[in-house]
Structure formats: C-alpha cells, structure tokens
Nanobody
Framework: QVQLVESGGGLVQAGGSLRLSCTAS????????MGWFRQAPGKEREFVAA????????YYTDSVKGRSFISRDYAKNTVYLQMNSLKPEDTAVYYC?????????????????????WGQGTQVTVSS
C-alpha cells in the first residue's frame, strides 16, 4: 500500500502562485509514477500533471502548460506541483496519485484508472 498526504492548498488571487506537496510512504518512492489530478464542483476529476519514475519525464494537460511545473524530491519522498499565474478556472480540489507501474506517454499517464493510490485532496481556490 502507498499512503499519500497532500498539503499546500489555499486561497489565492488570480495571477498568484501556490506550491502543492505530496509526501508518499509505504513503498519505495523511486518506484512510483506520480500524478496530480483535480476536480471542480460538478465536474469529473481531470488530469493535471504527471512525472515518471527514473529520469522524471513530465506530462501536463494543455490548460496548465507553461504555468504549472511538477517535480519530485527523492530524498524527501515528495512530489510538488508549482502553480503560477493561477486563474479562477484552476479552482478545484487537487489530488495526488501514485502507481507502481512505470507509465510513459501522455495517454497512459493521464488515465485516472492507471493510479490505484490517491491522497485525500487539498482545496485550491483562486479568486478573481
């Protein structure tokens, strides 16, 4: 089992920045593909970003490309999502996800069903 604990959400004005953190335990962090998803009220949970194990190939949904950056710190067993130039439409609960499967490519990394482990979520609210 993998346990994931997110932090870093909050209320920010449009144009501001937030950094979300997700600390993993229960499995060797280096063996995990890590992802971030978000779910706005009344909408489906959607992919935001992912980072592969090993060399750390990154993937992003088009709406956050150039504004958000995913990274991982192997010493801290933590994955980060740095979000800049935030917009009201970024408002959502953000979830960290993990899988022990090596995922590569946009199709596989963006699939919710590929991730068996999920955190509890952290709320991000962007005011206009």
């Amino acid at each position: 089992q993998v346990q994931l604990v997110e932090s870093g959400g909050g209320l920010v004005q449009a144009g501001g920045s937030l950094r979300l953190s997700c600390t993993a335990s229960g499995r060797t962090f280096s063996s995990l593909t890590m992802g971030w998803f978000r779910q706005a009220p009344g909408k489906e949970r959607e992919f935001v970003a992912a980072i592969s194990r090993g060399v750390g190939i990154t993937y992003y949904t088009d709406s956050v490309k150039g504004r958000s950056f995913i990274s991982r710190d192997y010493a801290k067993n933590t994955v980060y999502l740095q979000m800049n130039s935030l917009k009201p439409e970024d408002t959502a609960v953000y979830y960290c996800a993990a899988t022990e499967t090596a995922l590569y490519g946009s199709v596989s990394t963006q699939s919710k069903s590929a991730y068996p482990y999920w955190g509890q979520g952290t709320q991000v609210t962007v005011s206009s």
